[in-house]
């Protein structure tokens, strides 16, 4: 008796195994093949002295329970479901609920599944699927935005009530068939990391994050680094700049919509971010987009595979996905880059082991290396004691050689030619995308991705690697850097004092006089060059536009060429460009074109990235009322000159281009 209880108590509720699965099936394949229409969103709440009254379900139905518990109609009086279960039931199944010391409390859901011909389907017996759900808070969030959005009077939010139905019902299905096939501390990550690829556009935290899966924050990090070798906020983090990037790739989205698309609501935050993590501000990976030869199409539509739950299609494509511009346009202080995970690090491990095999074998791995072996040990010693320990800006004693004679230093190149050191690698960002203003020093110096990918750094065999900041080596890859070479890092800002940067990089290479001379030399050409041009003309306004396809930019008014055109050459700065600096940390400013039209600037000095003449960019009536555009003292550079970039080279080549402009 007791047994045919059982199978009658399984055939009835839908809850043997086998009957489940099937009806499960049958359930999915209406939904594949019809239509849905919620009837009604119900949010019931009873005090416990209200009883609730046996109820039939006049429709399909998923039943939430938050408070109470459910008796299913079986003949076993035991089958009651208590708090945070789910259930499945069919038209026409009775529901019993029993209120628990708060009462009765659940979320109601009628729906009904029809054919494309409008017929109703699945019209099974009644019978019902219930489960307790592994993380029922998150299945109660999307329950709510369901809710809302069904009582919402704007037509438009039943539209939206339709996709948060699929959203909560998707979301039933799935954690009911993972119970079945991963263990709850694989699950807890993959939880994880599907909710913020479905919710990365809203306020995420990891107390946030860590109460929906309901474990600690710490518990919550611990898991995820063990499996993905970054933390949740800095899978976050990545997650959103991809999302970011796609959008300037393929989109003409406003900056406002693309950051609060991926959840910045205040746009100068998001752009201190991706400036963190991609090296360039979101502004000028766009530009580089149209004003370079060539298009990149990385497709991260992807971010993490859901059958991996690696992040290794991501890290892999850091290197590869440059942007078009330098150090000298860096925006400041964002959120952290992500580090590389287990599986590229040990690869690189490995590559950087087996190159260092062959060059012990070898014996003839560089110049350097070959006269060292040459000499024997004796040598050897001697060179060591030639060495200099020098303290970096982040505190590493580093211990750098005498007379490096294989540098990489990344957007340092105008220090390194202006002291007379050819790099054995320069910055580039795409293929043969360089400073133009440079290679006339440099146009025999093979290329390296601008952010220093391992694997090339370790090609080269340089012997010193200077860094120019402290966002270029965060998380571990100092650690990486320096089992390549002695690695130095040369200011902890992004933006820092170009005098002393030069003066530094000077001290590292041992050419310390030569860096004081360059000095020298180029405040002897200023100091010339204000002299003049305030006999000429006097006290004069100026300022430098940067013109691409899509925006104009301005110049911060102590940075870059605005360094240089007010401190060294003594313009008066406009206006405009007062207000514009008193706010901004990035070199250059979208300018909005009722603050160009404002600009009152007696001479322009325009970087062409738009691929027109200066003639059809101030044609347009925006620019007539300028008082550089009436009195023709309009001047464009192009994108291969020097004034997106800074140091005695940059900065000296500038002066040259505003004498020559305006002292005719």
Same mark, same amino acid.
């Given at each position: 008796?007791?047994?045919?209880?059982?199978?009658?108590?399984?055939?009835?509720?839908?809850?043997?195994?086998?009957?489940?699965?099937?009806?499960?099936?049958?359930?999915?394949?209406?939904?594949?093949?019809?239509?849905?229409?919620?009837?009604?969103?119900?949010?019931?709440?009873?005090?416990?002295?209200?009883?609730?009254?046996?109820?039939?379900?006049?429709?399909?139905?998923?039943?939430?329970?938050?408070?109470?518990?459910?008796?299913?109609?079986?003949?076993?009086?035991?089958?009651?479901?208590?708090?945070?279960?789910?259930?499945?039931?069919?038209?026409?199944?009775?529901?019993?609920?029993?209120?628990?010391?708060?009462?009765?409390?659940?979320?109601?859901?009628?729906?009904?599944?029809?054919?494309?011909?409008?017929?109703?389907?699945?019209?099974?017996?009644?019978?019902?699927?219930?489960?307790?759900?592994?993380?029922?808070?998150?299945?109660?969030?999307?329950?709510?935005?369901?809710?809302?959005?069904?009582?919402?009077?704007?037509?438009?939010?039943?539209?939206?009530?339709?996709?948060?139905?699929?959203?909560?019902?998707?979301?039933?299905?799935?954690?009911?068939?993972?119970? /079945?096939?991963?263990?709850?501390?694989?699950?807890?990550?993959?939880?994880?990391?599907?909710?913020?690829?479905?919710?990365?556009?809203?306020?995420?935290?990891?107390?946030?994050?860590?109460?929906?899966?309901?474990?600690?924050?710490?518990?919550?990090?611990?898991?995820?680094?063990?499996?993905?070798?970054?933390?949740?906020?800095?899978?976050?983090?990545?997650?959103?700049?991809? /999302?970011?990037?796609?959008?300037?790739?393929?989109?003409?989205?406003?900056?406002?919509?693309?950051?609060?698309?991926?959840?910045?609501?205040?746009?100068?935050?998001?752009?201190?971010?991706? /400036?963190?993590?991609?090296?360039?501000?979101?502004?000028?990976?766009?530009?580089?987009?149209?004003?370079?030869?060539?298009?990149?199409?990385?497709?991260?539509?992807?971010?993490?595979?859901?059958?991996?739950?690696?992040?290794?299609?991501?890290?892999?494509?850091?290197?590869?996905?440059?942007?078009?511009?330098?150090?000298?346009?860096?925006?400041?202080?964002?959120?952290?880059?992500?580090?590389?995970?287990?599986?590229?690090?040990?690869?690189?491990?490995?590559?950087?082991?087996?190159?260092?095999?062959?060059?012990?074998?070898?014996?003839?791995?560089?110049?350097? @290396?070959?006269?060292?072996?040459?000499?024997?040990?004796?040598?050897?010693?001697?060179?060591?004691?030639?060495?200099?320990?020098?303290?970096?800006?982040?505190?590493?004693?580093?211990?750098?050689?005498?007379?490096?004679?294989?540098?990489?230093?990344?957007?340092?190149?105008?220090?390194?030619?202006?002291?007379?050191?050819?790099?054995? @690698?320069?910055?580039?960002?795409?293929?043969?995308?360089?400073?133009?203003?440079?290679?006339?020093?440099?146009?025999?110096?093979?290329?390296?991705?601008?952010? %220093?990918?391992?694997?090339?750094?370790?090609?080269?065999?340089?012997?010193?690697?200077?860094?120019?900041?402290?966002?270029?080596?965060?998380?571990?890859?100092?650690?990486?850097?320096?089992?390549?070479?002695?690695?130095?890092?040369?200011?902890?800002?992004?933006?820092?004092?170009?005098?002393?940067?030069?003066?530094?990089?000077?001290?590292?290479?041992?050419?310390?006089?030569?860096?004081?001379?360059?000095?020298?030399?180029?405040?002897? /050409?200023?100091?010339?060059?204000?002299?003049?041009?305030?006999?000429?003309?006097?006290?004069?306004?100026?300022?430098?536009?940067?013109?691409?396809?899509?925006?104009?930019?301005?110049?911060?008014?102590?940075?870059?060429?605005?360094?240089?055109?007010?401190?060294?050459?003594?313009?008066?700065?406009?206006?405009?460009?007062?207000?514009?600096?008193?706010? @901004?940390?990035?070199?250059?400013?979208? %300018?909005?074109?009722?603050?160009?039209?404002?600009?009152?600037?007696?001479?322009?000095?325009?970087?062409?990235?738009?691929?027109?003449?200066?003639?059809?960019?101030?044609?347009?009536?925006?620019?007539?009322?300028?008082?550089?555009?009436?009195?023709?003292?309009?001047?464009?550079?192009?994108?291969?000159?020097?004034?997106?970039?800074?140091?005695?080279?940059?900065?000296?080549?500038?002066?040259?281009?505003?004498?020559?402009?305006?002292?005719?």
């Amino acid at each position: 008796m007791k047994q045919e209880r059982k199978k009658r108590t399984g055939s009835q509720t839908g809850m043997g195994k086998k009957h489940e699965a099937d009806e499960l099936n049958k359930l999915l394949s209406a939904w594949l093949h019809s239509s849905i229409r919620i009837m009604d969103v119900r949010h019931i709440r009873l005090e416990r002295e209200e009883r609730l009254q046996p109820y039939r379900l006049p429709a399909q139905a998923f039943v939430f329970v938050l408070q109470g518990s459910v008796r299913l109609p079986t003949d076993d009086q035991d089958d009651t479901r208590h708090s945070w279960y789910v259930l499945h039931g069919s038209k026409g199944l009775e529901l019993n609920m029993t209120p628990s010391e708060r009462g009765i409390e659940y979320i109601l859901v009628l729906y009904k599944v029809a054919s494309l011909s409008g017929h109703a389907v699945y019209n099974l017996p009644p019978v019902a699927h219930g489960f307790v759900p592994t993380y029922p808070v998150m299945l109660y969030q999307k329950l709510q935005l369901l809710e809302q959005a069904w009582h919402d009077k704007d037509t438009l939010s039943k539209v939206q009530a339709q996709g948060r139905f699929y959203d909560f019902a998707y979301e039933c299905m799935r954690q009911l068939q993972e119970q /079945k096939t991963r263990t709850p501390a694989r699950d807890m990550v993959t939880q994880a990391i599907r909710f913020m690829q479905v919710h990365y556009a809203e306020s995420i935290t990891l107390e946030r994050l860590a109460g929906l899966l309901e474990c600690s924050p710490r518990h919550l990090t611990r898991l995820f680094k063990k499996q993905t070798d970054c933390s949740p906020i800095m899978y976050l983090i990545q997650l959103r700049m991809d /999302k970011a990037k796609e959008l300037l790739r393929k989109t003409d989205a406003t900056l406002q919509d693309i950051a609060a698309s991926v959840g910045y609501p205040d746009v100068y935050f998001f752009s201190r971010a991706f /400036k963190k993590y991609t090296g360039v501000s979101p502004v000028h990976y766009r530009d580089s987009l149209y004003s370079s030869a060539f298009v990149r199409d990385i497709r991260l539509d992807n971010p993490l595979s859901l059958s991996e739950y690696s992040i290794d299609s991501i890290s892999s494509a850091l290197h590869t996905d440059i942007e078009d511009n330098n150090h000298y346009q860096n925006y400041d202080e964002g959120i952290l880059r992500m580090n590389r995970n287990a599986r590229h690090s040990m690869a690189f491990i490995l590559l950087l082991s087996f190159t260092l095999l062959l060059s012990a074998c070898s014996g003839t791995s560089s110049p350097a @290396a070959t006269e060292g072996t040459s000499q024997g040990t004796n040598n050897t010693a001697e060179q060591a004691s030639q060495e200099r320990v020098l303290k970096d800006a982040l505190g590493h004693e580093v211990k750098v050689p005498a007379q490096p004679q294989r540098v990489i230093a990344s957007y340092l190149e105008d220090h390194l030619v202006a002291l007379g050191v050819k790099p054995v @690698a320069q910055w580039s960002v795409g293929k043969n995308s360089v400073q133009g203003y440079l290679q006339k020093e440099l146009k025999d110096i093979p290329t390296i991705a601008s952010d %220093l990918p391992f694997e090339a750094v370790l090609n080269f065999k340089p012997d010193l690697i200077i860094m120019d900041s402290a966002s270029m080596v965060e998380g571990d890859k100092y650690n990486q850097y320096s089992k390549i070479a002695p690695t130095y890092v040369v200011g902890s800002n992004m933006n820092n004092d170009w005098r002393q940067e030069l003066l530094t990089v000077g001290e590292v290479l041992n050419k310390s006089s030569e860096a004081k001379q360059a000095l020298s030399n180029y405040d002897k /050409k200023a100091v010339e060059a204000k002299a003049r041009l305030s006999q000429t003309v006097g006290q004069k306004t100026a300022v430098a536009l940067w013109v691409t396809d899509k925006n104009v930019y301005v110049v911060n008014q102590n940075l870059s060429s605005g360094d240089v055109l007010y401190k060294d050459l003594g313009f008066k700065v406009p206006q405009v460009v007062q207000e514009i600096s008193k706010t @901004a940390k990035a070199n250059w400013s979208n %300018l909005s074109l009722e603050k160009l039209a404002e600009l009152d600037a007696d001479y322009i000095f325009i970087v062409n990235s738009k691929n027109v003449s200066k003639e059809e960019i101030i044609k347009d009536p925006v620019w007539a009322g300028i008082p550089a555009v009436k009195a023709g003292h309009v001047y464009d550079f192009g994108k291969e000159s020097s004034w997106l970039y800074t140091g005695t080279i940059a900065n000296g080549q500038m002066i040259d281009d505003v004498l020559k402009s305006v002292i005719q």
